[in-house]
């Protein structure tokens, strides 16, 4: 699993001297690491230039000084940068390179991204859900703990990882065999199957009612 240190040693060697700040997210700094998370980071770059590939990095590269800005006004020169993102680098983010930044976001932009991707995202990937009897083991992961992140974040504005997000949702939900899936994060004898993939289209529909009542 890739370090931080050792991914700034690659972007140094090939983009020497322009890589003014660094930023974890994610499963790094939530307490959520598993055997195949990504190194989730936000690269400040002093002047445009491309970032190149690296198999275990999930990157978003802005422009420095970017993150003392609202999203809105941020085009990002790689990756996506959402409300969600800028909450969390603000809230909980470490900064291995640079300034710990301010990213200004307000609750309501969060939510409202929040209540948006449910529907652009979340919603058309359900109806591919609805139409199969089973979906392997990675997406059930997938399906089971995003739209519980979300539903979290839309009712306190707090970010939490994908197993706390689960383990949120399997309380609130009890009748859902929502504790096997966050158990199968971390865990790769825990199976999963038919029943594991309508417990997550059982969520996302009271998600749904949660969130517009």
């Given at each position: 699993m890739i370090t931080p240190g050792e991914y700034l040693s690659f972007l140094d060697a090939r983009l020497p001297g322009l890589v003014a700040g660094a930023h974890l997210y994610g499963s790094r700094v939530l307490d959520d690491v598993v055997a195949d998370s990504d190194l989730d980071i936000v690269v400040e770059l002093s002047s445009p230039a491309e970032v190149p590939g690296f198999e275990g990095a999930d990157v978003a590269v802005v422009p420095a000084g970017s993150l003392?800005?609202?999203v809105s006004a941020v085009t990002p020169l790689a990756g996506?940068?959402?409300?969600?993102?800028w909450q969390q680098l603000r809230t909980v983010g470490q900064t291995v390179r640079g300034t710990?930044?301010?990213?200004?976001?307000?609750?309501?932009?969060v939510e409202d991204y929040c209540r948006g991707n449910l529907v652009s995202?979340?919603?058309?990937l359900f109806a591919q859900v609805r139409a199969v009897e089973s979906l392997p083991r990675d997406g059930i992961l997938w399906v089971g703990l995003g739209?519980?992140?979300?539903?979290h974040t839309i009712r306190t504005g707090d970010i939490v990882s994908k197993s706390r997000a689960g383990e949120l949702a399997a309380a609130r939900w009890p009748d859902l065999p929502l504790a096997d899936i966050v158990a199968a994060r971390r865990d790769p004898s825990v199976e999963l199957g038919a029943s594991h993939t309508q417990a997550t289209i059982d969520l996302f529909d009271r998600i749904l009612t949660d969130v517009t009542t």
């Open positions: 003392e800005k609202p996506e940068i959402t409300p969600v993102l710990r930044p301010t990213c200004p976001v307000t609750a309501a932009e995202y979340w919603t058309p739209p519980a992140r979300l539903w």
